[in-house]
């Protein structure tokens, strides 16, 4: 017991629960405690690592709810039998309307690869909402921890008080830089340096950028992608229109930019445009100007969902590797489930470029 019961140091950065919570899982994990076996009493418990009763409670029943210990009224705390183990209970959170965000490609691939990740790691799991959550932290007590999706930067603070306090939490889809989690995405960096890469090989230097979801994660990698893809290529000219609010609506604006770029005199010969419905919409404007793809533009967009199909031609994309992710995302929430002092990991994924047929060479004319 005397691993147990020693003072818990005052001179770590880690919150004093997690710390008490790592220790007796430690012990519980090496089998230095059986099944059935009694713990201290929480009152001399308490006074022997230094702390407040109600500090070790709160550790004490974290660890009832994740089925290591069980309590017996009038007995006390026991070591539980795991040999039927307790499932980890992972919530799954997404901002927005919660049916509209699974019906989504983008958040309905990664939460049904989540649902199916947690069945083969014997985890069961729940659906949040972001915008609840934010308003009631203690939604998060009711599971072990949390894989949020992609969180749009308004919340990305109040996600980091949640984490700071004991919450295992893991962001899929998204990397917010200077915070402390544990963050696992596809490389939206690599993915636009590779749409402009493919298009500058092919003689494009007049390309513009085309974006969505300024608080969007992926839509500023993407734009930082190409930007410096853009800037390493000799004689490339950059031109950023401006963004639509919305993924699934070229903005007034946007709309306006657009036509105005394409009618010039010396247009832009291709497009890298940062999803796949706005493409759709950018196939249709820019053929109702004249100036079809990819004969009067080439144009690259990012992920794969079927209602591509619609577009007048087969669009070239960078495809985001949504089985490794989520695999990964299983990999690592379970990581810190088990250890909550666990040191928060990154991890980008490689996107994969899909040659179609609306890029070719720009056409002599069109410099």
Same mark, same amino acid.
Request: negative net charge.
């Given at each position: 017991?005397?691993?147990?019961?020693?003072?818990?140091?005052?001179?770590?950065?880690?919150?004093?629960?997690?710390?008490?919570?790592?220790? /007796?899982? @430690?012990?519980?994990?090496?089998?230095?405690?059986?099944?059935?076996?009694?713990?201290?009493?929480?009152?001399?418990?308490?006074?022997?690592?230094?702390?407040?009763?109600?500090t070790l409670n709160k550790v004490l029943v974290s660890l009832v709810q994740d089925g290591w210990l069980e309590r017996v009224k009038?007995?006390? *705390?026991?070591?539980?039998?795991?040999?039927? @183990? *307790?499932?980890?209970?992972?919530?799954?959170?997404?901002?927005?309307?919660?049916?509209g965000a699974i019906n989504n490609y983008y958040f309905g691939s990664l939460y049904f690869g989540l649902v199916g990740g947690a069945?083969?790691?014997?985890? #069961?799991?729940?659906?949040?909402?972001?915008?609840?959550?934010?308003? +009631?932290?203690?939604?998060?007590?009711?599971? +072990?921890?949390?894989?949020?999706?992609?969180?749009?930067?308004?919340?990305?603070?109040?996600?980091?008080?949640?984490?700071?306090?004991?919450?295992?939490?893991?962001?899929?889809?998204? *990397?917010?830089?200077?915070?402390?989690?544990?963050?696992?995405?596809?490389?939206?960096?690599?993915?636009?340096?590779?749409?402009?890469?493919?298009?500058?090989?092919?003689?494009?230097?007049?390309?513009?950028?085309?974006?969505?979801?300024?608080? +969007?994660?992926?839509?500023?990698?993407?734009?930082?992608?190409?930007? *410096?893809?853009?800037?390493?290529?000799?004689?490339?000219?950059?031109?950023?229109?401006?963004?639509?609010?919305?993924?699934?609506?070229?903005?007034?604006?946007?709309?306006?930019?657009?036509?105005?770029?394409?009618?010039?005199?010396?247009?832009?010969?291709?497009?890298?445009?940062?999803?796949?419905?706005?493409?759709?919409? /950018?196939?249709?404007?820019?053929?109702?100007?004249?100036?079809?793809?990819? @004969?009067?533009?080439?144009?690259?967009?990012?992920?794969?969902?079927?209602?591509?199909?619609?577009?007048?031609?087969?669009?070239?994309?960078?495809? #985001?590797?949504?089985?490794?992710?989520?695999?990964?995302?299983?990999?690592?929430?379970?990581?810190?489930? @088990?250890?909550?002092?666990?040191?928060?990991?990154?991890?980008?994924?490689?996107?994969?470029?899909?040659?179609?047929?609306?890029?070719?060479?720009?056409?002599?004319?069109?410099?």
């Open positions: 017991m005397t691993k147990l019961c020693s003072p818990v140091p005052r001179d770590s950065n880690q919150p004093v629960h997690l710390l008490i919570r790592s220790r /007796i899982l @430690e012990v519980l994990r090496d089998g230095e405690l059986a099944a059935g076996d009694k713990l201290p009493a929480e009152p001399e418990w308490a006074d022997q690592l230094g702390v407040s009763r109600m009038g007995k006390g *705390t026991f070591v539980a039998d795991r040999g039927a @183990e *307790t499932k980890l209970k992972i919530g799954i959170v997404i901002a927005e309307d919660l049916q069945a083969e790691h014997g985890c #069961q799991t729940d659906l949040i909402r972001l915008q609840n959550l934010v308003q +009631d932290p203690s939604l998060a007590d009711g599971f +072990d921890g949390l894989v949020v999706i992609n969180p749009p930067q308004p919340y990305v603070r109040a996600l980091a008080e949640l984490g700071a306090s004991g919450h295992p939490m893991v962001l899929l889809g998204s *990397t917010w830089p200077g915070t402390e989690f544990s963050c696992i995405d596809s490389d939206n960096v690599l993915a636009a340096a590779m749409a402009v890469q493919h298009l500058t090989e092919m003689g494009h230097r007049r390309i513009d950028f085309i974006g969505a979801c300024p608080n +969007d994660a992926n839509s500023i990698d993407r734009l930082r992608g190409y930007t *410096t893809a853009m800037g390493i290529c000799p004689g490339a000219e950059t031109f950023v229109h401006p963004w639509s609010a919305d993924a699934t609506e070229l903005s007034a604006e946007a709309k306006d930019s657009i036509r105005a770029r394409l009618g010039e005199n010396n247009p832009p010969t291709a497009l890298v445009v940062g999803g796949p419905i706005i493409a759709l919409q /950018i196939c249709h404007l820019a053929g109702s100007g004249g100036r079809s793809i990819p @004969e009067g533009a080439s144009l690259v967009t990012f992920d794969d969902p079927g209602f591509l199909a619609a577009s007048p031609v087969a669009l070239s994309t960078v495809v #985001q590797p949504f089985t490794e992710m989520v695999k990964r995302a299983m990999d690592e929430i379970t990581r810190l489930c @088990e250890n909550p002092l666990a040191t928060p990991r990154a991890a980008l994924c490689r996107p994969e470029l899909i040659v179609r047929k609306s890029t070719a060479a720009p056409r002599p004319h069109s410099h």
